[in-house]
T-cell receptor, first 111, second 116 residues
């Protein structure tokens, strides 16, 4: 049972435009959500998080939106840069604190 | 701040051999987690420690797997009698314990295991 889903395996965006990565979850007990970025042969790097008491969190070019009623969150990157090309993982946790990850979305930012 | 470190970065072994991986968390982080990632999947939880106590183990962690964190600092993950299905990236993460709720988990670079 996939509790965290990233339905788009890949996304291609032109440099300078907005990248929008989506994530859906099924477990209503999840109360903390994170986005990680991963390059090949490296561990995931933390990008941004959001608690379920908020619906938006912003950090520089990265903004995460949470829609609890739809059990949906999204990561917006604007403007997109070539260095943003990587695999992005959405993760969620409940009070047990282990992270449940989606399968990832590969973002490619082209000039 | 040196971040989470893992050793070795790569390990190639023959089926049936035992392997051991080490993880050094960010200093002062109480919690330490092990995850496994296979191709095309996100990381999957294996087990975690709060200080030296192992608090939860996933059903993915068969009897051939054992993890320790003897002094509440570094941790080791041992796989006995390795099988080809054990080939994966093994990731370690740590997080601080703030009040009753832990915060963001920070990952190490991982150990890539290949079982021939």
């Amino acid at each position: 049972d996939q509790q965290v889903k990233q339905n788009s395996p890949s996304l291609s965006v032109q440099e300078g435009r907005i990248s929008i990565l989506n994530c859906d979850y099924t477990n209503s007990m999840f109360d903390y959500f994170l986005w990680y970025k991963k390059y090949p042969a490296e561990g995931p790097t933390f990008l941004i998080s959001i608690s379920s008491i908020k619906d938006k969190n912003e950090d520089g070019r990265f903004t995460v939106f949470l829609n609890k009623s739809a059990k949906h969150l999204s990561l917006h990157i604007v403007p997109s840069q070539p260095g943003d090309s990587a695999v992005y993982f959405c993760a969620a946790s409940a009070r047990t604190d282990k992270l449940i990850f989606g399968t990832g979305t590969r973002l490619q930012v082209f000039p | 701040d040196t971040g989470v470190s893992q050793d070795p970065r790569h390990k190639i072994t023959k089926r049936g051999q035992n392997v051991t991986f080490r993880c050094d968390p960010i200093s002062e982080h109480n919690r330490l987690y092990w995850y496994r990632q296979t191709l095309g999947q996100g990381p999957e939880f294996l087990t975690y420690f709060q200080n030296e106590a192992q608090l939860e183990k996933s059903r993915l962690l068969s009897d051939r797997f054992s993890a320790e964190r003897p002094k509440g600092s570094f941790s080791t993950l041992e796989i006995q009698r390795t099988e080809q299905g054990d080939s994966a990236m093994y990731l370690c993460a740590s997080s601080p314990l703030e009040g009753l709720r832990t915060d963001t988990q920070y990952f190490g670079p991982g150990t890539r295991l290949t079982v021939l």
